[in-house]
């Protein structure tokens, strides 16, 4: 072999071995194209969430209804001849109620602004928060790159809005009511950097969508992907045009593949789905609700009119999701079809799946949720996707409505297609489904879903679990937390569907949002939690105030700035014997700090504190009052001290600053980093550290013989709000809501768990930033995130038509009331007091509450842009305080000085001497 063929020979090997490689790579790769479905929110018709909505599907409830009288009088556009101009043929629909309902204020939306937003927009808000939720992903954590991608068509608010004149256009008729704006908003809202796409396919908007968020997710475009859509009926134009097309059913009815269908029923509603890739979700351990294979989407073309279907194109996108989901037609068990009802439809949809799936198989099951709701249009084919997601979990199919006799026009047996009409089991072992959507501008897209992979055997962990477990709810107000409560009430003491109290509690403690109305409860199980939440509730004051209820619940508001914590490393004067058992049995944490300080100490001295097997005596020392002892005492009160700080900061509570007391003093030096561990240990053995041992804390450092009015000088030296007591605490000191600093013992004779739990609870209600995920860290593998409730949204009405009358002759009002008289002589009436600070906060509070059209008493430290304010209204407020204050203020006043108490303390300054006296507190002052 010549030299020239030897290398050609060694290139062609490593070429080889690269092909390898980048197959293998490319398998790989493949293997992530999958993507988890980890969560979902519904609003459809009869049914508020996924689980009312799989209710509904799997009892065979009919929600279609008259159309209600908010949205049109159904007598007087009802006609059954479709030729009456104006009319329309049916007087059916599926609706989602009080489409003016919303909680503006929750989103942060000024009343001003929400009338002019379309309640698509409104609802997307809303169904996103509890699809995040659902997920249990903190909608105010979420990963910047997420992805949203919406399906919206319709525009009847912009439609009712533009019919009332131009006094209906005000500046947020452009952002409210326009179509491209719902998914921006949500980007917006959330703080969503990843690509946002709204998307109009007519009825296979929501399922384009979400075939975009797979592509987005693949491509590593975004992290986390929140897609679906959204459809309102507000008014009747579109229904008359579809009844003159003759595709509405005129006994609203949709009777899919039935001989006697005979039209659609429009409906409405709102579904979201949350997306990750597989690989992600299975590594955050995320639950999976269902896997997504793939999709496809194509374009019907020309074909013999713009809104016939055409079955060819139908056929090639079927083929092609199977094809990018790597399944055989065979192996699909359901498909979620089209199955609108039109006779022309069903047939051609019909025989496009006899030619995809025909061959040596089991029937194909076929069947559609517009039998039960209706046909949402543009939010259609995710409330399929919802129904098939629900159905895998399940095992079971339900029922299709309206079906009485097959369509003759249908070949049933080639291959056997099969509409069930009672609920029925999953026809295949392995669960694999295909969701269709066409719309009627030719727009094709089909989706193939695959069951969720079986979770992992839950571990029972080599430590017993917790005792007791804590419960913490957060709401926006005092009612929203009760209504809370209620619903965890009701979930908790369901014996119908049981659920164990650690999950619930970690549920919620680490997939919610955190707000400044708190409520904590502790509890053994599932039972004492529910209990306890209906007492609270039963006694519920919207007034919050920090308060114990039978030593297990704990509730009030928290600041608006994290409280200044100190650790307080207590004397040996309250140990007792056996202290820190139970932590070292059932807290991992806690455990391996321990032991950790007894092999340091196994080192330097030569050998362990204890034997082994005895370690359980260990605290006996505490207690011991002869000098033998002592040491052993002194060294075991600093190892569980120290052990339990660092579980405290385990737990995300971090001290601002520590402060020792007698034998507590060497565990203080040693958590302000005066101290090294080692150098600790051997202080609180008897033997002197070595020279050089002693360094500049890296926190403040305070030492006290006694702990007399400890609390109260840290308090006003250092601004601590919270002092924690590590290691033994007399049971009930200082637990006075109403002291500064609040003081919360932690460890007592008999009673450790409840300690340390009750002082983790009265820390996190009075704002103490708590890591939830880390409090539960070393019971991952024992814990599930669990179905619990979505937050109780507080709605009110917001609707344009309420406050807009028809524009007088000769031009339109504007929407805003003219500055008030008692605003413009604002000026004056400051100068005719002595002190005129309450004029001031009244007048330029009632000047905000116009501004913003708040309806009720604004906080004056609350932020300006959570009570909805703008760039817009920022500077018409900045115009109102120069021309009812005539003076000049910056262009960026108001976002200098975000919240009223910041603003009326600079403006008192800028107004002079009238100001100077100021002896009512702003927070006291009414407004007029």
């Known amino acids: 072999m010549t030299r020239e063929s030897e290398l050609h020979g060694l290139l062609l090997e490593k070429a080889l071995g690269r092909i390898e490689e980048l197959e293998a790579d490319l398998a790989a790769a493949r293997g992530d194209r999958r993507v988890a479905v980890v969560g979902m929110g519904c609003r459809f018709p009869g049914a508020n969430d996924p689980d009312q909505y799989w209710d509904l599907l799997a009892h065979g409830r009919d929600a279609v209804v008259e159309v209600p009288p908010d949205r049109w009088n159904a007598d007087a556009f009802h006609d059954p001849d479709p030729g009456v101009p104006g009319r329309m043929c049916s007087r059916f629909g599926g609706f989602v109620a009080r489409p003016a309902d919303f909680d503006a204020s929750f989103f942060g939306i000024s009343p001003r602004e929400a009338a002019s937003i379309d309640p698509q927009h409104r609802l997307l808000l809303e169904v996103a928060w509890e699809s995040f939720e659902h997920a249990g992903l903190p909608p105010q954590r979420l990963p910047a790159q997420t992805g949203v991608f919406v399906g919206v068509s319709n525009v009847d608010y912009r439609e009712a809005l533009s019919a009332q004149g131009h006094a209906a256009i005000d500046e947020y008729f452009s952002s409210g009511a326009t179509p491209s704006t719902a998914g921006g908003r949500l980007s917006y ?103 997504i294979r793939g999709s496809a989407t194509n374009q019907d073309g020309r074909r013999s009119g713009l809104t016939v279907p055409h079955g060819p194109s139908q056929q090639a996108v079927i083929r092609d999701a199977l094809r990018d989901a790597g399944v055989a037609a065979a192996d699909i068990g359901f498909v979620e079809a089209q199955g609108t009802g039109t006779a022309l439809g069903d047939q051609i949809e019909a025989a496009a799946l006899a030619e995809v799936f025909r061959g040596d198989r089991g029937p194909l099951v076929v069947g559609s949720a517009k039998s039960n709701i209706g046909h949402m249009e543009s939010a259609s084919s995710v409330g399929g996707l919802i129904k098939v997601v629900q159905a895998m979990r399940h095992g079971t199919i339900p029922p299709n409505l309206h079906f009485r006799e097959p369509s003759p026009h249908i070949d049933w047996t080639d291959p056997p297609m099969h509409v069930p009409t009672t609920v029925e089991r999953w026809p295949l072992d392995r669960r694999l489904a295909g969701v269709n959507s066409f719309g009627f501008g030719g727009t094709n897209c089909h989706i193939v879903l695959e069951q969720a992979p079986d979770e992992p055997p839950r571990s029972v962990g080599t430590s017993a679990d917790r005792p007791r477990h804590l419960l913490t709810l957060s709401a926006k107000s005092a009612v929203a937390l009760r209504d809370l409560a209620l619903r965890y009430q009701t979930r908790l003491a369901d014996t119908d569907s049981p659920v164990a109290a650690a999950d619930v509690c970690f549920t919620a403690n680490t997939g919610r949002g955190l707000f400044r109305h708190r409520l904590c409860v502790a509890g053994r199980d599932s039972r004492e939690l529910a209990d306890h939440l209906a007492s609270w509730a039963a006694d519920w004051s919207e007034v919050p105030s920090a308060r114990v209820e039978g030593g297990e619940t704990v509730n009030g508001c928290a600041p608006p700035a994290a409280p200044k914590i100190a650790f307080l490393f207590t004397g040996s004067e309250d140990a007792y014997a056996g202290m820190g058992r139970s932590l070292y049995t059932t807290q991992p944490t806690f455990r391996r700090v321990l032991e950790q300080c007894d092999r340091l100490l196994a080192e330097r001295r030569g050998g362990p504190l204890v034997p082994a097997g005895v370690r359980a005596d260990l605290f006996r020392g505490c207690v011991a009052g002869d000098a033998e002892d002592g040491d052993r005492g002194r060294l075991a009160l600093f190892v569980v001290q120290h052990a339990l700080a660092e579980l405290w900061r385990s737990w995300g509570v971090a001290p601002h600053l520590v402060a020792g007391i007698g034998a507590g003093g060497t565990a203080a030096a040693c958590a302000a980093g005066a101290l090294s561990l ?251």
């Not at 924690?724 to 919360?744: M, N, T």
């Not at 303390?905 to 009238?914: D, K, P």
Request: hydrophobic residues 40%; glycine residues 10%.
């Open 189 to 291: 809202h959330f703080g969503l950097t990843g690509p946002c796409l709204a998307v109009d396919t007519a009825c296979s908007s929501s399922a384009v969508a979400v075939h975009l968020a797979v592509r987005a997710l693949r491509a590593g475009e975004c992290e986390l992907a929140l897609a679906g859509g959204v459809n309102r009926i507000l008014t009747p134009h579109e229904s008359i045009s579809l009844s003159k097309a003759g595709m509405l059913s005129p006994d609203g009815r949709c009777r899919s593949f039935d001989a006697a269908a005979n039209g659609y029923v429009r409906s409405e509603g709102c579904g979201l789905v949350v997306l990750k890739r597989l690989a992600d979700a299975l590594r955050d351990n995320d639950t999976v609700l269902a896997v």
């Open 678 to 928: 080692g150098d600790a240990l051997d202080l609180a053995a008897g033997r002197e550290p070595a020279a050089g041992a002693y360094r500049e804390p890296r926190i403040p450092l305070v030492m006290r013989a006694v702990d007399e009015d400890v609390g109260a000088d840290l308090h006003e030296r250092y601004g601590t709000e919270i002092l924690v007591e590590i290691g033994p605490g007399i049971s009930g000191r200082g637990r006075a809501p109403d002291r500064r600093p609040l003081r919360l013992p932690t460890l007592r004779p008999g009673g450790e768990w409840p300690g340390i739990l009750m002082g983790l609870a009265h820390a996190y209600v009075r704002g103490a930033p708590v890591d939830w995920a880390g409090f539960d860290r070393d019971y991952s593998a024992m814990r599930r995130r669990v179905a619990v409730p979505t937050y109780p949204f507080q709605r009110e009405r917001h609707w344009l038509a309420d406050r807009v009358s028809t524009p007088a002759p000769g031009g339109a009002r504007p929407l805003t009331a003219p500055v008030p008289a008692a605003a413009r002589d604002l000026r004056r009436e400051i100068e005719s007091v002595s002190d005129g600070l309450p004029v001031l906060t009244g007048g330029v509070r009632a000047l905000l509450a116009e501004t913003l059209e708040y309806p009720g008493p604004i906080d004056p430290a609350a932020d300006f842009t959570d009570l909805g304010m703008d760039s817009l209204m920022a500077a018409e407020f900045r115009e109102r305080l120069q021309e009812a204050l005539r003076v000049t203020v910056p262009r960026t006043f108001v976002s200098d000085h975000p919240n009223l108490d910041d603003l009326l303390t600079v403006l008192a300054e800028m107004l002079g001497s009238a100001m100077s006296s100021r002896t009512t507190p702003l927070h006291e002052s009414t407004a007029p």
